[in-house]
Nanobody, 113 residues
Framework: QVQLVESGGGLVQAGGSLRLSCVAS????????IRWYRQAPGKQRELLAAITNTGSTDYADSVKGRFTISRDNAKNTVYLQMNSLKPEDTGVYYC???????WGQGTQVTVSS
């Protein structure tokens, strides 16, 4: 049974940085794509970044150049380094595994202006 647990959210001023972590239980973590999503208040969940098992990455235009996704398969952990944060980055951040499809519980990020 694969479970995902996010951490690292919090309150930060605009221009600041946070690093989110997604820790997975289960041996298949290293073989699947992991994605980070954000759900802002009143909006649909938005795909932000993805990383394959070999380390290839892709980003939404809204975060490209500011966010960096990385993974440490030995620690079953995927990170999302978020720099130059803006108030519009506020929301609940979720990690997701592609196969099997699993979601974490989310971690709140609030960026004040």
């Amino acid at each position: 049974q694969v479970q995902l647990v996010e951490s690292g959210g919090g309150l930060v001023q605009a221009g600041g940085s946070l690093r989110l972590s997604c820790v997975a239980s289960g041996s298949i973590f290293s073989s699947t794509i992991i994605r980070w999503y954000r759900q802002a208040p009143g909006k649909q969940r938005e795909l932000l970044a993805a990383i394959t098992n070999t380390g290839s990455t892709d980003y939404a235009d809204s975060v490209k150049g500011r966010f960096t996704i990385s993974r440490d398969n030995a620690k079953n952990t995927v990170y999302l380094q978020m720099n130059s944060l803006k108030p519009e980055d506020t929301g609940v951040y979720y990690c997701n595994s592609f196969s099997p499809p699993r979601w974490g519980q989310g971690t709140q990020v609030t960026v004040s202006s």
